[in-house]
């Protein structure tokens, strides 16, 4: 003691060891028991730490979700959330109780009021308990027979199916198990895919939009091979015994992986796609073997309504013209599940036409038809546009003159795609657009003529100044050679003396070409040209003639000044 008191410092760092290792306590094991509650702060974990159950926040939002994911990957991808709908704010009072009559509810503050609950009706002995396996599963068993289950999380399943999991259908309740993507990367609520056994009894699975429109199928399961017909390939890389289970009680998928395979899952993501990933130790990412659709453009609603998709743009959704966001935060996060709104509303929903305008239509073209059109019975494409503009609740029309066919749709278009190969798809489609936007549209496309044609004015000019240029150049350099060519012809004989070495003249016509005239010296009849014998002579003055003999007069070469 006396050692204590003479290092306090030494007292205080046991302190917050025992506090270290009190919170490690306090959030080590797998189970909680009744009248137990877990804490904002605090984790279970798995037997063999694979898994972990707690509270997180998605990304930078502030909302506050119970849920599960990886431990051994330092990383939080979560597998399954409890209360997707309804998020915490407060997680300093948030927890997770272990009620005595069995059932597991999410509370936050001093509310007693359930976030969310497992809702069991049947009261429970004390003897339940939740533990989180290292499978993944939250189960509330009975302690004393752990293989009676009363609740589980696999039968819950958000976004993401792991090995050993169930999907399909519960004949009982009619409920079904299935995949739900989230709404975006940062709000685990429901989004608009999902991913589940079909109804019909064909044991195929199914992708929807909405839950009511399929937009991929996995095709029918072959028991004899173990695969699904439209998708032999969905079962490898590590999966085995695949299963299909049918009886009077339930109809269902299920799958293992091997004992050394890698942390395995198959995940719907808020884009529509059910990928298959297997995680990489060595690159410390998600591995991607297996997507369905094979091509987004083929993901149904993918933009939302009056979206348009455009498979050949970064960014594959855009708003039709007369069109903007529903929520410029959401489509950041690519979740267009919000579509496009109006910008200006239509003429026809003010009931008044006071200011003398009415809607127009605006000619879309190469777009692929959007679904649920009704066909109307006029007889021309006049008819047909008169037949959508007399019902407020028509907000596109197509005419097809060769059919003589009329269709119109009513409410949001959806499912609006520009194809890949840039060719035309069906016929063009006539968008309903508010007056506002008439006047906006032929502004902006003025605006496009001015800057098109400055553009083009710019360019001539360009190109103009550049051709004044050179030709300019060219004439330079050809007076150039020019004079240079008489400026050599006129001193030629100067450089043919017979007596002077041409390194003594310093008139600045050693180039290379008087050298080759210089070395035309030793031939045995020069020719020198007219101008040089001009030149030479000074115009054959008197001052240099020599005299005179039979083959005329001699002058004598003027020096060069």
Request: contains cysteine; hydrophobic residues 35%; charged residues 20%.
């Amino acid at each position: 003691m006396g050692a204590m008191k003479s290092k306090p410092w030494l007292l205080f760092v046991l302190l917050l060891i025992l506090s270290y290792y009190r919170a490690c306590f306090s959030i080590a094991g797998d189970t909680l028991s009744p009248g137990q509650s877990l804490s904002g702060s605090e984790t279970k974990l798995s037997q063999g730490s694979k898994f972990e159950l707690g509270f997180f926040k998605p990304g930078t939002s502030l909302k506050i979700y119970l849920g599960i994911w990886y431990k051994m990957l330092d990383r939080k991808d979560i597998v399954w959330v409890a209360n997707r709908e309804n998020p915490l704010s407060d997680p300093s009072s948030s927890r997770l109780e272990l009620y005595e009559d069995g059932n597991l509810v999410l509370l936050e503050g001093s509310s007693n009021i359930p976030v969310w609950s497992t809702n069991l009706t049947l009261s429970r002995s004390n003897s339940t308990e939740a533990v989180l396996g290292d499978d993944g599963n939250f189960v509330l068993r009975d302690s004393s027979n752990q293989n009676t289950i009363f609740w589980e999380s696999f039968d819950h399943p958000t976004d993401t199916w792991l090995p050993g999991a169930k999907l399909g259908i519960d004949k009982i309740t009619g409920k079904s198990k299935q995949l739900i993507s989230w709404k975006n990367s940062k709000d685990p609520a429901p989004g608009m895919f999902s991913f589940r056994l079909a109804r019909d009894g064909s044991q195929q699975f199914i992708l929807e939009w909405n839950r009511s429109q399929m937009y991929s199928s996995s095709g029918v399961w072959d028991e004899k091979n173990k695969s699904f017909s439209l998708a032999p390939d969905m079962l490898l890389n590590y999966i085995t015994n695949p299963s299909f289970v049918t009886n009077e009680n339930e109809s269902y998928f299920t799958y293992s992986i091997k004992n050394s395979s890698p942390q395995y899952r198959f995940v719907i993501n808020s884009s529509g796609l059910l990928q298959q990933l297997s995680w990489s130790e060595r690159f410390w990412v998600w591995n991607l073997f297996w997507s369905r659709p094979v091509n987004i453009s083929d993901v149904y609603g993918l933009c939302g309504a009056f979206g348009v998709n455009y498979t050949n743009f970064a960014n594959p959704c855009v708003c039709l013209n007369g069109f903007e966001p529903f929520s410029i935060e959401e489509t950041s996060l690519s979740d267009w599940s919000g579509g496009c709104v109006r910008k200006s509303p239509l003429q026809c929903m003010k009931n008044t036409y006071a200011n003398g305008k009415k809607d127009w239509f605006m000619k879309i073209p190469i777009l692929r038809f959007p679904v649920n059109s009704k066909a109307h019975s006029a007889v021309s494409a006049m008819n047909c546009e008169g037949a959508c503009m007399n019902d407020c609740s028509c907000t596109a029309y197509a005419y097809n003159s060769s059919g003589y066919s009329c269709m119109i749709w009513e409410g949001a278009l959806l499912n609006l795609q520009q194809p890949s190969d840039g060719g035309k798809a069906g016929q063009d489609i006539y968008l309903r657009l508010a007056a506002d936007e008439y006047q906006d549209t032929k502004k902006s496309g003025n605006k496009r003529k001015v800057w098109v044609i400055l553009g083009v004015l710019v360019t001539a000019t360009a190109i103009g100044l550049i051709l004044f240029l050179s030709i300019c150049f060219s004439r330079k350099r050809k007076l150039k050679h020019k004079h240079k060519g008489e400026e050599t012809s006129r001193h030629d004989i100067l450089l043919f003396d017979f007596s002077t070495e041409l390194h003594g003249i310093n008139d600045g016509t050693n180039t290379k070409d008087n050298v080759n005239i210089r070395g035309k010296k030793d031939g045995e009849l020069p020719m020198f040209s007219y101008k040089s014998v001009l030149t030479a002579t000074n115009n054959f003055s008197a001052v240099n003639k020599l005299g005179q003999g039979g083959f005329g007069p001699v002058y004598k070469i003027q020096p060069r000044k």
